[in-house]
């Protein structure tokens, strides 16, 4: 059904967002701004990495979520 359809839509641009977001790349395939020198220092201290691409724990990109499908309609929202 179209549902079904708009379903895979949904998991596959949050598939795509995810996947972007890991590279640290934005929508128009841009890099992220840079860290601030200090946090940047902190993430690195604390992660291992100090690179841009919006991680920390992985909560909350792990959070995303399909949460509402119609059949010409799909939204990505934060579980949580």
Known sequence: ?????????????????????????DMHGDAFAPYSQSYQQAKS?????????????????NAMTVQNVTEDSVEIGFAG
């Open 45 to 61: 201290e604390t992660v291992g990495s100090g690179r841009v691409n919006l991680q920390l724990s992985g909560a909350m990109l």
């Open 1 to 25: 059904t179209s549902r079904e359809v708009m379903r895979e839509v949904g998991l596959l641009a949050r598939e795509r967002i995810y996947k972007r977001t890991v590279a640290g790349t």
